[in-house]
């Protein structure tokens, strides 16, 4: 399948402070999503990518589906505690096939 | 957004037995709905894609016969884990593909089951 790499791994920040986080690929994809996941749940989506350039901003999120179509990056500012959790980007190759998804990013913010 | 239903959101059971759980698009049809395993602080492994009307097509290494996908309506999948034994222990989450536009889509997902195999 598809790798995906994700980063970082995860990230320890304060509140207020600003996270970012990217997804590369080798194969060049058609849709980019972005989800946040609390534990004992289900993936949620936060924001859907369907152009290269595209820049979407969701709250205080903005993610942006990288020109070279190989990637995408998600950020957050100004972070507050609820923003904990695991944030997956996934890629999708061409429309009706599956996702894939990256490895996640554990965010943790310190009140 | 889309919204998708999974049932049961909580499950044990005792070894040997199977268990179904339901997956339901609420709000729009899914010709295509995907089911995962998750393992604790590990990325979603997909099993199996779902399509409606016909034969589940299912992920290298997973045993299509121990994990039953059944797509009988354009708003639901069922996978039956057949003779469940502990180590079939996880936590299932399905999602279904959504249009998003002519050429584009969207993956929504369900809120996942619990599954325990004593």
């Known amino acids: 399948g598809q790798q995906l790499n994700q980063s970082p791994q995860s990230m320890f920040i304060q509140e207020g402070e600003d996270v970012s986080m990217n997804c590369t690929s080798s194969?060049?994809?058609?849709?980019w999503l972005w989800y946040k996941q609390d534990p004992g749940e289900g993936p949620v989506l936060l924001i859907a990518?369907?152009?290269?350039?595209e820049l979407t901003s969701n709250g205080r999120l903005t993610a942006q589906f990288g020109i070279t179509r190989k990637d995408s990056f998600l950020n957050i500012s100004a972070s507050i505690p609820s923003d904990v959790g695991i944030y997956f980007c996934?890629?999708?190759?061409?429309?009706?096939?599956?996702?894939?998804f990256g490895t996640g990013t554990s965010l943790t913010v310190i009140p | 957004g889309a919204v998708v239903s999974q049932h049961p959101s909580r499950v044990i059971c005792k070894s040997g037995t199977s268990v179904k759980i339901e997956c339901r698009s609420l709000d729009f049809q899914a010709t295509t709905m995907f089911w995962y395993r998750q393992f604790p602080k590990k990325s979603l492994m997909l099993m199996a894609t779902s399509n409606e009307g016909s034969k589940a097509t299912y992920e290298q290494g997973v045993e299509k016969d121990k994990f039953l996908i059944n797509h009988a309506s354009l708003t639901l999948s069922t996978l039956t884990v057949t003779s469940a034994h502990p180590e079939d222990s996880s936590f299932y989450i399905c999602?279904?593909?959504?249009?998003?536009?002519?050429?584009?889509?969207?993956?929504?997902f369900g809120p996942g089951t619990r599954l325990t195999v004593l």
């Open positions: 990518l369907y152009k290269a350039g």
């Open positions: 999602s279904a593909l959504a249009l998003a536009g002519v050429t584009t889509d969207t993956q929504y």
């Open positions: 194969s060049i994809f058609n849709t």
């Open positions: 996934a890629g999708q190759l061409n429309t009706g096939n599956q996702f894939y």
